[in-house]
């Protein structure tokens, strides 16, 4: 039993009204431009051309075919066109038209999937123990010595013309780093070193100290 579709899924992808066979769900879209998309294929042997509805800068329409072999073609603004991005072959008479092959289409088997029960996992992978207090008691490990000094953290410079920084080091690239805290500091202050090319830009966050 099929329900009418939302008036939503009409306007954006032009699924055809109307449709009760069983087939492939299948996506047929252009993008290459053009005031009115229309398509025609050999899925009712070139009867029908049925427009395609604007979605965005493409043109799209969504069909439902059976299994098998297709030649399509596009018509824009009145000429006869093929997307050369997708399949495509020339018939008897020279005409360009794209291939669309179902063949090879698998129907998902919905039952199939609701039915899966996932196996246990081992009990060997539950032999951690919890954490106890002797655990949380113990210092935190250091912090290895290349992540110390971050652009946020290097000794300040008094001079009137301030030295260029030294290139940051790989591995703080794409982390974020704070700014060691001083007692009575108002702010605290997060960054992230990015590269590009031989180029780096580092943001840095500022946000007031709650007392």
């Given at each position: 039993?099929?329900?009418?579709?939302?008036?939503?899924?009409?306007?954006?992808?032009?699924?055809?009204?109307?449709?009760?066979?069983?087939?492939?769900?299948?996506?047929?879209?252009?993008?290459?431009?053009?005031?009115?998309?229309?398509?025609?294929?050999?899925?009712?042997?070139?009867?029908t051309r049925i427009p395609l509805q604007r979605c965005g800068k493409d043109f799209t329409i969504m069909k439902v075919l059976?299994?098998?072999?297709?030649?399509?073609?596009?018509?824009?603004?009145?000429?006869?066109?093929?997307?050369?991005?997708?399949?495509?072959?020339?018939?008897?008479?020279?005409?360009?038209?794209?291939?669309?092959?179902?063949?090879?289409?698998?129907?998902?088997?919905?039952?199939?999937?609701?039915?899966?029960?996932?196996?246990?996992?081992?009990?060997?992978?539950?032999?951690?123990?919890?954490?106890?207090?002797?655990?949380?008691?113990?210092?935190?490990?250091?912090?290895?010595?290349?992540?110390?000094?971050?652009?946020?953290?290097?000794?300040?410079?008094?001079?009137?013309?301030?030295?260029?920084?030294?290139?940051?080091?790989?591995?703080?690239?794409?982390?974020?780093?704070?700014?060691?805290?001083?007692?009575?500091?108002?702010?605290?202050?997060?960054?992230?070193?990015?590269?590009?090319?031989?180029?780096?830009?580092?943001?840095?966050?500022?946000?007031?100290?709650?007392?």
């Amino acid at each position: 039993m099929h329900g009418s579709s939302p008036s939503w899924m009409q306007s954006a992808i032009g699924y055809e009204d109307g449709c009760t066979e069983k087939g492939i769900p299948t996506m047929i879209t252009w993008g290459y431009g053009g005031k009115e998309v229309a398509v025609e294929g050999s899925w009712d042997n070139w009867k029908t051309r049925i427009p395609l509805q604007r979605c965005g800068k493409d043109f799209t329409i969504m069909k439902v075919l059976p299994s098998g072999v297709y030649q399509y073609r596009f018509i824009v603004n009145g000429q006869w066109r093929y997307a050369p991005d997708l399949p495509w072959a020339q018939d008897g008479t020279g005409n360009a038209n794209n291939i669309l092959d179902l063949q090879d289409y698998v129907p998902e088997d919905i039952k199939s999937i609701s039915s899966f029960e996932p196996p246990l996992s081992p009990e060997s992978s539950y032999s951690n123990l919890p954490l106890g207090a002797e655990d949380f008691a113990k210092e935190p490990p250091l912090v290895p010595p290349h992540l110390q000094l971050p652009l946020l953290n290097l000794p300040a410079s008094h001079m009137e013309i301030p030295p260029p920084l030294s290139r940051p080091k790989h591995v703080i690239l794409n982390h974020l780093y704070i700014q060691k805290v001083k007692n009575g500091q108002p702010v605290v202050a997060l960054g992230s070193t990015h590269r590009f090319r031989a180029k780096y830009v580092t943001v840095v966050l500022y946000k007031p100290v709650q007392r």
